[in-house]
C-alpha cells in the first residue's frame, strides 16, 4: 500500500485486527470515563484546599472559586466533611475504573495475540506450495510465537494505554489551563521541546533494536531446531559446538539490543520529574514574589500537586508506549505481510476437506497428465518437459530415474501443490485445479522421512483424529493390512507406546509399515511412495514390499524409486531424464534393456 509511513502504520495495524477493531471505540467511552474521574477528582482536591484556609475563603482565585464560598457558608461545619467524603470516594472509584479500564485493555489484547496465533496457524496449513519452499521453520515459529507476542504487547497494548494516558493528560492539562493558562503553556513547551529532543534521538535506535531482536531470536530458533534435529549426525561430525555458539550469538546480540531498549523506556521518567519539580517549585517562588494571597496559594497547590502526581506517571506511561510501537513495528509489519501475501496467493485453499468431498465424491478412475511442462520461477530450464502419462484405478506405476530427472517436481504436480504453466492434469476427466483438494482427499503421500509426531502409535496412524473419534475396530483391521501386527506386538504398550519425536523409536521399516497404515485408515484409494524405501536395507525394503504388494489391484500406487529392483511388481515403470519420459515399459522389459 502507498502512502506516508503513518498511513501504512495504520492500514497494516487495523488489518491485522480485522473485525476486532469494532470494539475500538467502546474501549475510548471506557477511557474518557476514567480520565472524566481524574478531572473531578483534581479539581476537588483544589476545592478542599480552599476551604482549609477558612480566613481565606474569600480569596479563592479558582474558576469555581465562589462556588466554593457559597456551598461553605451553605453548608457550615458540615461542609469540609462532605468534600472530604467525596474526594476520598471519588479517587476510590477512579482506581477501581483505572483497574477495570486496564483489565479491559488486557484482555482485549490478549484475545486478539489468541485468534492471531490461529489466524497465523491456519495460514501457514493453507500457504501455497510456493510460499512454504520459500520460508524455514525458524521463521514461521518466530511469527506465530514472537511477531504475535510483540504485536499485542508491544503495539496493541501500547497503543491502548497511550490513547487512555493520552485523553487523561488532556483532561488534565485542560483543567490546569483553566487554573492557570501562562504556567501550563510554559510548562508544556518545555516538556514538548525536550521530548522532541529525546524522541529524534533515540527513535531509529529503537526501531533497529526491535528489529535485531527479532532476527536475534529467529536465528535462536533456527540454532536450536537444527541442533536437535541433527543431533546424531552432529555428534558424530563432533559440531554441536557450531549450533552452541549459533545459540550464544545470537542470545548475547538478543539481550544487548533489549537491553539497549530498555535503557531508553527509563530516560523519560526521569526527564518528566526533573521537568516536574522545577515547575512546581518555580511557580511556587513566584506567587511568593507577587505575594499571592493564602486563599489562591493553597487550592493552587493541591491541584498542581494532585495533577503533577498523576502526569508524570500518565506522561512516563506515554513515552514508554511511544517506544515500544517503534520497537515492535518490523514484528507487526512482518505479521501484515504474512497474512497478506498468504491471503493473495493461497487464500482459497482449503484445510477442511469436507465441502471438497462434497464437490468430488465420485471414486478414482484415471489421472491424466497431458504435455505438462513446468519451470521453477529461480531456474533457468524447465524440470518438466512436455511429459504425458495416464495412471488407472488399480494400478501399481513406477517412476524411475537419476537425482534432478524431475521426479518429485512430477509428483508436486500429481498432489496439486504445483500447477503446471502448460498442459493440463485431469482427475477422472476433470481438471485437477477444480477440485486441489478433493483430490487430495483420494491420495496419500508417503516419502523417505516419516512426518511422526511425539504421540502413540494408535494417534500416528489415525493422525488428525481426536481420541475419542478413533475407530478402533478399523485401526485393527488396517493395521494388519499393513502388516503392522508384529511390530505393534513387540512394542511394550502396543498401540499406546510412545513413538517419540518423528518416530525415533521406531526403525526406519516400522515407520514406512506406520505410513502406509496411517494411507489405508484414512481409507486413500492412491497412495504415492515417494522414495519410501530408498533408506532401507534390502530385507526390510522387501518386508514393506510385500506390505504393498498385498494391496496391489484394491488400491492405485505411484511409486518413485532410485532402485530398480524397488519397482519388481509395478504394472509399467517409466524413466523420466530431464523432466521427459524417456521410457515407458513393464519392469521386466526395463530390467532387461538395463542388464
Known amino acids: 500500500m502507498k502512502g506516508s509511513p503513518l498511513r501504512q502504520y495504520f492500514h497494516q495495524y487495523f488489518s491485522i485486527l480485522g473485525d476486532s477493531k469494532s470494539k475500538l471505540p467502546l474501549l475510548l467511552g471506557f477511557f474518557l470515563f476514567s480520565s472524566l474521574l481524574d478531572v473531578v477528582g483534581i479539581g476537588m482536591v483544589g476545592s478542599f484546599g480552599a476551604m482549609l484556609n477558612s480566613a481565606a475563603t474569600d480569596d479563592v482565585q479558582l474558576p469555581w472559586g465562589q462556588a466554593v464560598v457559597l456551598f461553605r457558608q451553605s453548608s457550615g461545619e458540615n461542609a469540609m466533611v462532605a468534600i472530604g467524603v467525596a474526594i476520598v470516594l ?14 479491559r485493555i488486557v484482555r482485549f489484547s490478549m484475545l486478539q ?17 510456493h510460499f512454504y519452499l520459500s520460508r524455514n521453520t525458524a521463521e514461521l515459529i518466530q511469527s506465530i510465537n514472537g511477531h504475535t507476542t510483540n504485536f499485542t504487547s508491544g503495539t496493541l497494548m501500547a497503543s491502548l494505554s497511550l490513547a487512555a494516558e493520552a485523553i487523561t493528560v488532556l483532561f488534565v492539562v485542560g483543567l490546569l489551563l483553566v487554573v492557570n493558562a501562562g504556567a501550563v503553556a510554559a510548562v508544556s513547551l518545555i516538556i514538548v521541546f525536550m521530548l522532541f529532543i529525546y ?14 531482536c527479532n532476527l536475534a531470536t529467529r536465528e535462536m530458533i533456527r540454532g536450536i531446531t537444527e541442533g536437535m534435529r541433527g543431533f546424531k549426525e552432529i555428534r558424530v561430525l563432533g559440531r554441536e559446538i557450531f549450533f552452541c555458539e549459533m545459540v550464544k550469538h545470537n542470545a548475547e546480540r538478543f539481550a544487548k539490543e533489549t537491553g539497549q ?19 512546581i517549585i518555580g511557580m511556587c517562588l513566584a506567587w511568593e514574589q507577587d505575594e499571592v494571597g493564602a486563599g489562591q496559594l493553597m487550592p493552587m497547590l493541591g491541584i498542581f500537586g494532585v495533577a503533577a502526581l498523576r502526569l508524570m506517571p500518565a506522561a512516563n506511561q ?30 482459497s485453499w482449503q484445510a477442511d476437506g469436507r465441502e471438497a468431498e462434497r464437490e468430488f465424491n465420485a471414486p478414482f478412475s484415471r489421472l491424466v497428465l497431458e504435455n505438462v511442462w513446468y519451470t521453477y520461477a529461480f531456474a533457468k530450464s524447465p524440470s518438466i518437459r512436455n511429459l504425458s502419462l495416464t495412471v488407472s484405478r488399480g494400478e501399481t506405476v513406477g517412476l524411475i530415474g537419476k537425482s534432478g530427472s524431475g521426479k518429485t517436481t ?58 475419542e473419534e478413533i475407530g478402533e475396530k478399523w485401526l485393527e483391521q488396517v493395521i494388519d493390512l499393513a502388516q503392522l501386527r508384529e511390530v505393534v506386538n513387540q512394542l511394550p504398550e502396543g498401540i499406546n507406546t510412545l513413538v517419540g519425536e518423528n518416530g525415533i523409536r521406531l526403525s526406519g521399516g516400522q515407520r514406512q509399515r506406520v505410513a502406509l497404515a496411517r494411507a489405508l485408515y484414512h481409507e486413500r484409494e492412491v497412495i504415492i511412495m515417494d522414495e ?7 530385507e526390510t525394503e522387501q518386508a514393506v514390499t510385500e506390505a504393498v504388494h498385498a494391496l496391489q489391484g484394491e488400491r492405485t500406487f505411484i511409486i518413485i524409486a532410485h532402485r530398480l529392483t524397488t519397482l519388481e511388481r509395478c504394472d509399467v515403470v517409466y524413466r523420466l531424464e530431464e523432466g521427459r519420459i524417456v521410457e515407458s515399459a513393464s519392469y521386466a522389459a526395463v530390467l532387461g534393456r538395463n542388464e
Open 90 to 103: 471519588t479517587f476510590y472509584i477512579k482506581g477501581v475504573s483505572a483497574y477495570w479500564v486496564r483489565k
Open 113 to 129: 495475540l489468541s485468534q492471531l496465533r490461529q489466524r497465523l496457524m491456519r495460514a501457514y496449513q493453507t500457504m501455497h506450495y
Open 199 to 212: 524522541y529524534r534521538i533515540v527513535r531509529v535506535r529503537i526501531l533497529a533494536a526491535g528489529r535485531a
Open 261 to 279: 531498549y530498555q535503557g531508553y523506556q527509563i530516560i523519560p521518567r526521569y526527564l518528566m520529574e526533573s521537568v516536574l519539580v522545577t515547575f
Open 318 to 347: 506515554m513515552m514508554m508506549a511511544v517506544n515500544q510501537l517503534r520497537f515492535s513495528r518490523h514484528s507487526m509489519m512482518r505479521v501484515y505481510q504474512d497474512l497478506r501475501e498468504i491471503e493473495k496467493i493461497g487464500g
Open 410 to 467: 512430477l509428483i508436486d504436480i500429481i498432489l496439486g501443490f504445483l500447477v503446471p504453466q502448460e498442459g493440463r492434469v485431469l482427475v477422472n476427466g476433470s481438471e485437477l485445479t477444480e477440485h486441489p483438494r478433493g483430490w487430495l482427499n483420494r491420495v496419500a503421500y508417503i516419502p523417505q522421512m516419516i512426518f511422526l509426531t511425539d504421540d502413540t502409535l494408535r494417534n500416528n496412524i489415525a493422525l488428525g483424529f481426536d481420541e
Open 532 to 538: 519410501a524405501t530408498s533408506a532401507l536395507d534390502q
